[in-house]
């Protein structure tokens, strides 16, 4: 199972991203899907959430109206489209394969990419 995360940058506030993520060695479409990030210093958070079939999504509170989930299983590709960036952004972006239990766990992912690096600075 591989998860290669990329489209990280340096961006200024209010600026936007797109993050991608390639999944291969498993059956994408079959999984719920998220994004997670970790701040300098910070604990891992959950950031958004995508069902299967790219039919369900959840944000969390400080990114919904900015960020917008998406999924093209016939690429085994995962989106983060990042809008309106704020410096409070700023973090290492993983996607991971969700598995079950909270979703603000670690142990709920069995799979994660390396991360792609998210700063937002003027």
């Known amino acids: 199972v591989q998860l290669q995360a990329s489209g990280g940058g340096l961006v200024q506030p209010g600026g936007s991203l797109r993050l991608s993520c390639a999944a291969s060695?498993?059956?994408?479409?079959?999984?719920?899907m998220c994004w997670l990030r970790q701040a300098p210093g910070k604990e891992l958070e959950w950031v958004s959430g995508?069902?299967?079939?790219?039919?369900?999504?959840s944000y969390k509170d400080s990114v919904k109206g900015r960020f917008t989930i998406s999924r093209e299983n016939a690429k085994n590709t995962l989106y983060l489209q990042m809008n309106s960036l704020q410096p409070e952004d700023t973090a290492l972006y993983y996607c991971?394969?969700?598995?079950?239990?909270?979703?603000?766990?670690?142990?709920?992912?069995?799979?994660w990419g390396q991360g792609t690096l998210v700063t937002v600075s003027s």
């Open positions: 991971a394969r969700y598995q079950g239990g909270p979703l603000g766990a670690k142990t709920s992912y069995h799979y």
């Open positions: 060695g498993f059956t994408f479409r079959g999984y719920y």
């Open positions: 995508i069902s299967s079939g790219g039919g369900s999504t």
